[in-house]
């Protein structure tokens, strides 16, 4: 067999691949996704073509000899967002990196080089590969040049593959001829000009009978039709210019070695260093565990002899300052590492004479004892052991989250390149072999080394990251109030929230029956079956066979989307029962049917909730999310009766008042708003009778529930267009509705302007309490990704400061709670609201309690109101 060399466009490819996948970001805030997808591609095609040779031409940003020759070559072309833009200089170094060859020369683009050195491997007696995504390569295609254009088809990418043989079937010109039909057709992408009025079909039919446009010249009173004909008539110097700049030019002056091409490991260390930089975690197996290892990595050592554990457990509780990671098994804990200064870390596993429980005692000791302790998920091992809550305690994952908000999720690796400048094996290596990284199926090596560097980290990286937060202006954040949060979260959790079972399944049923209703009075209407649960089936019925007005239609069929049916619903009771009959299997399928599989054995749903998931702060939670059971509906809220105090207990509900408004006075400082909320006006009426110029006494409600869309969407930067799509009114009543709010709260607006040059300029928003959010978005080249973050800098301040009081209030409420010995306790937060389960006789000093810490949260210019009631079960309580 003939040796092979793949050639590569890499302008092309890293073009197609920043297109074809979603915005990357590394935590320097590098974009990446580019890089990422033209390795990819670039492996899958190695991979399939298994080359001997290897080159990736670059165009330069300097003119060509077509730019001499047409002023206006490429003069079409839209300037390459930034994002794009800083990842040319970011793939080349990481190709480099793989000892990958790079070809560029002055003067000639990267099509030139790729034809010429395709020219020479075939004079060579090899077989060549170009990839690009770029058809005017398919001239270059021959018997031994071989052309790959990818493209996606159906959200899948795929690869066409032309030989001269696949170009004469499919476009019926041989290769050179492709150059004669852009001499005719030109070309929009480059702004080559062709001849007027000639398109693909004619200039094909041209080509194919007379083989270049000189021939076609010369037999030119035979040009059918005569529309063709005259203008090439009139136009044939175009044609002769067009042929020129359309040409490849073969015989480039390029300087190419074969020796650097020649393929070689391109998993190198210095490629694993920016892999690991640029946080591609799923390209790290490919690289050799020998080349990996050449790093100093920390030692560590496994401790099973019980004398020997003994005395380190000893060390530990006399340090100082400790790094603590427990791994878990499939039952309980597999082992605990320890790391203490100066000394390599221990792992111990549970086997031998180190039982579970002599761990676990070691750790509560550890824990409660006055050693500063770093940890990974303290909420987690607090399920296992007793760890008081007291400063001193400091979980890297929480650190590590406000430092960057946007993340998916926080690692030790991650931790340790960002903070302390070491590069250690992420999860996917240690556990390599494994689809999904999971300590409880590892083997015991790779169980021990997860937890030794876990505890590494723990103890380096928790100073570092101290000092980051101090720097950052977020110290306070971390140790006032997200460390604590941690406690009352976990407290929250082992609570739970009592269910009862049997109504939950008869909830299911009464809802099972309406459905039922529902589907058979949608069939009728519609005049036949069908899936209602198909968009493409529904999309069909409304707007072909029913004739309704509003279709939109896509490559998959009709838009059936809520904001399309919200709009036909108030004329046609028909979508409105779709509507309904789709709340209605989404209330069975997520709670009547979703919430039973959590019930536990005392009858209760213990919840998940989590602090490092929302970039704003707010807490979330899952398996299952209790804070998102419905609340429009009535028949969404009934599933509130479920939810029930246990014996002698009852719910009392405390929901803070307009939080997000109130912030937004404080923080804006506008006198009439903080007025109002003094005065303890109401607030949407207030604002109705400013904007509309009436009476406060003669808003109408309609106006009222107008003035109060605007207030809570100004929170959240909302448009006219939003508003309007709101209110069911013009863009322009919803324009004039803005502004007249901003003219009644002058100082909102120049707050709100403010966040946003703020954001602009520092790279975040900023929380009343010091939280960061950080808003790329604002330096994106796209329009909509800079509007949206414009929304997000106006809201984030607001939205991460209430966050943040309801988190003081939480802790505060708790601690209240279990420093007076009441049996009452917290068991829900769901965003502005605290649900406690409280004992009868402990109603009026709990009531007293949360009035109290939810008022005092924090110290705003306006007052803090707190709306209580009891219930007998969450239904009644809320």
Not at 80 to 107: C, D, F, N, S, Y
Not at 596 to 612: K, L, M, P, V
């Amino acid at each position: 067999m003939s040796e092979k060399i793949l050639l590569i466009d890499g302008h092309s490819i890293l073009n197609r691949a920043y297109y074809g996948l979603p915005n990357l970001t590394n935590w320097e805030g590098l974009h990446t996704n580019a890089v990422y997808g033209f390795l990819n591609i670039m492996t899958k095609v190695l991979e399939e073509e298994k080359p001997e040779y290897l080159a990736v031409a670059f165009d330069l940003h300097a003119p060509t000899f077509r730019h001499k020759m047409y002023d206006a070559y490429k003069g079409t072309r839209k300037p390459m967002p930034e994002e794009l833009r800083e990842q040319v200089p970011l793939i080349k170094e990481v190709l480099t990196a793989m000892g990958v060859a790079i070809v560029t020369k002055e003067g000639y683009e990267a099509d030139d080089l790729l034809g010429t050195i395709a020219g020479l491997a075939e004079k060579k007696g090899m077989d060549a590969t170009i990839l690009s995504g770029d058809r005017d390569l398919l001239q270059l295609a021959t018997d031994h040049v071989l052309i790959r254009i990818p493209k996606t088809k159906g959200g899948k990418t795929e690869v066409e593959d032309y030989h001269a043989k696949e170009v004469l079937e499919t476009y019926q010109v041989t290769p050179p001829q492709i150059i004669e039909l852009k001499a005719l057709m030109g070309d929009t992408a480059d702004n080559i000009p062709g001849i007027p009025g000639v398109g693909e079909k004619t200039a094909t039919k041209i080509i194919a009978a007379y083989g270049s446009i000189e021939n076609a010249h010369e037999h030119l009173e035979e040009i059918k039709p005569n529309k063709a004909k005259e203008s090439l008539r009139d136009h044939y110097d175009l044609a002769v210019l067009s042929k020129k700049l359309a040409t490849i030019d073969t015989e480039s002056p390029v300087e190419f070695s074969w020796e650097a091409a020649r393929m070689g490991n391109l998993y190198t260390p210095e490629a694993y260093d920016y892999f690991k930089r640029l946080e591609f975690k799923n390209l790290l197996s490919r690289f050799d565990q020998q080349e990996t290892e050449q790093k100093e990595l920390p030692s560590w050592r496994s401790v099973e002899d019980f004398a020997e554990a003994e005395n380190i457990w000893n060390q530990a509780e006399q340090s100082a300052q400790t790094g603590v990671a427990v791994v878990d098994g499939m039952e309980g804990i597999r082992g605990v590492a320890v790391a203490m200064e100066d000394q390599e870390v221990v792992y111990f596993p549970v086997e031998g004479f180190q039982t579970e429980g002599v761990l676990c005692g070691h750790l509560e000791r550890l824990f409660a004892g006055s050693s500063e302790i770093g940890a990974w998920d303290v909420k987690s091992i607090r399920k296992k052991i007793e760890i008081p809550e007291r400063k001193g305690i400091f979980d890297l994952g929480i650190g590590a989250y406000l430092m960057n908000p946007l993340k998916s999720d926080y690692t030790y690796d991650d931790v340790a390149k960002e903070y302390l400048g070491e590069q250690l094996p992420s999860q996917e290596e240690v556990f390599s072999g494994m689809k999904k990284p999971d300590p409880k199926k590892a083997d015991n090596e790779q169980a021990a080394a997860y937890g030794a560097y876990q505890a590494y980290v723990a103890l380096h990286g928790k100073d570092a990251l101290k000092k980051a937060l101090q720097e950052a202006g977020m110290w306070n954040l971390f140790e006032e109030i997200e460390m604590p949060l941690v406690f009352t979260l976990d407290d929250m959790e082992k609570e739970g929230i009592l269910v009862k079972g049997e109504e939950l399944k008869l909830y299911g049923e009464k809802l099972e029956v309406r459905i039922r209703e529902l589907e058979e009075k949608i069939y009728e209407e519609a005049g036949e079956t069908f899936n209602i649960n198909s968009p493409k089936q529904l999309g069909v019925i409304l707007f072909e066979k029913m004739q309704m007005p509003g279709g939109k239609k896509t490559k998959t069929g009709y838009s059936t989307a809520a904001d399309v049916l919200d709009k036909l619903a108030p004329d046609y009771p028909f979508v409105a029962d779709i509507l309904e009959y789709r709340q209605l299997t989404k209330l069975k399928s997520t709670y009547a049917d979703g919430l039973a599989g959590y019930i536990g054995e005392d009858g209760r749903i213990h919840s998940t909730f989590n602090q490092t998931i929302t970039a704003t702060g707010r807490i979330s939670s899952t398996e299952p999310n209790l804070q998102n059971i419905p609340v429009r509906m009535e028949l969404g809220r009934l599933i509130r009766k479920v939810f029930v105090p246990r014996d002698g207990f009852v719910f009392l509900d405390a929901d803070y008042s307009q939080i997000e408004l109130r912030v937004l006075a404080h923080l804006s400082g506008d006198e009439m708003l903080i007025k109002a909320y003094r005065e303890a006006q109401d607030i949407h009426r207030m604002t109705a009778s400013q904007v509309f110029h009436i009476p406060f006494d003669e808003v109408t409600p309609l106006q009222r529930r107008n003035a109060k869309a605007v207030n809570f969407g100004i929170v959240y930067g909302i448009s006219s267009f939003g508003l309007s799509q709101d209110l069911s009114i013009t863009r322009k009543e919803a324009a004039d509705y803005i502004e007249k709010y901003f003219a009644t709260y002058p100082k909102i607006k120049s707050y709100l302007d403010g966040e946003v040059e703020k954001a602009k300029a520092d790279g975040y928003s900023l929380t009343m309490f010091g939280r960061r959010r950080p808003v790329p978005e604002l330096k994106s080249s796209n329009f909509m990704q800079r509007s949206f973050g414009e929304r997000i800098a106006m809201n984030s301040p607001i939205q991460g400061t209430a966050a943040d009081i309801i988190k003081i209030a939480m802790i505060r409420v708790n601690q209240a709670l279990r420093s007076e010995h009441l049996r009452s306790r917290l068991v829900l937060q769901v965003h502005d609201e605290l649900l406690i389960e409280t004992a009868k006789e402990e109603v009026e000093e709990v009531s007293a309690i949360l009035e109290r810490e939810m008022r005092q949260a924090a110290d705003l210019s306006v007052p803090l109101e707190v709306d209580m009631h009891t219930g007998e079960n969450w239904y009644e309580a809320k």
